[in-house]
């Protein structure tokens, strides 16, 4: 399993991708990555599953190089209708692993074995008002579960408080290996309330890339995010 490398025994903060100055993506990339950010968070928005059309396959391919190049990787949710037809494009375009949303498919294990057989690392996204449960039934397969702590859509919503007992309530109910992400509204407020809770991926957009220093930023939250852990 892929994660297991990227990830090792540390809290990760990834930062998200969607939030950034998209004008300067590639020198705020680069600066994250000289801080020593290596997984990165890149949200696909369709227009149906989310209002939003956010960004695809054309800036995954913009940014591999760098990001490989450097021993990075492209961790890409994709918040669409239908996630099975954009697999080959995100792997193509330079993927490294899907996270899609159980309520967007109708055969969660199908989309599963479709993505592993491309080579992707898998996660399953849960949409704030889905039951956790949604995800155990295909839970051996992947690699990470995303618990949405906002309605996919937007950066820089608010945290929803709700999300905290659901990862805590994940971490016991997935299989040890299986790692818990949790995605909106991330802050030094609550990154670590969320660790603590059971989640090692913390996905964060405004809390880098809208702050006047996101380097500093991406630092401050990666402190916090370990804080306390021996
Ligand atoms: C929104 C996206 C998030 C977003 C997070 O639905 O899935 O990844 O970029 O941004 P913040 O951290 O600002 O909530
Ligand atoms: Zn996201």
Same mark, same amino acid.
Not at 99 to 104: D, I, R
């Given at each position: 399993m892929p994660w297991q490398e990227w990830v090792g025994d540390k809290t990760v903060v990834e930062p998200s991708i969607y939030a950034a100055d998209l004008s300067r993506l590639g020198d705020q990339v680069e600066a994250l990555l000289d801080a020593g950010a290596r997984i990165f968070h890149v949200d696909i928005g369709d227009g149906r599953f989310i209002e939003e059309i956010t960004i695809g396959p054309i800036v995954v391919r913009s940014l591999a190089p760098l990001v490989h190049g450097r021993g990075g990787v492209l961790d890409c949710h994709l918040m669409v209708a239908e996630p099975g037809r954009q697999l080959a494009k995100v792997k193509e375009a330079g993927g490294d692993s899907v996270?899609?949303?159980?309520?967007?498919v109708e055969?969660?294990?199908?989309?599963?074995?479709? #993505?592993? #057989?491309?080579g992707l690392g898998v996660g399953l996204a849960l949409n704030p008002s889905t039951p956790v449960e949604a995800a155990l039934a295909a839970a051996d397969a992947?690699?990470?579960v995303l618990c949405m702590s906002v309605?996919?859509?937007?950066?820089g919503q608010a945290f929803m408080p709700e999300a905290l007992p659901r990862v805590a309530q994940l971490r016991r109910l997935l299989p040890q290996e299986v790692l818990v992400q949790v995605d909106g509204g991330i802050s030094l407020e609550n990154a670590r309330a969320v660790r603590e809770a059971g989640a090692r991926l913390l996905v964060a957009g405004s809390a880098v890339f809208w702050q006047e220093d996101p380097v500093a930023s991406y630092q401050?939250?990666?402190?916090? #995010?370990?804080?306390?852990?021996p």
């Open positions: 996270t899609f949303h159980v309520e967007a055969d969660v294990q199908v989309t599963v074995a479709s #993505a592993r #057989a491309l992947v690699d990470l309605h996919p859509g937007l950066s401050a939250l990666v402190a916090e #995010a370990e804080a306390g852990v």
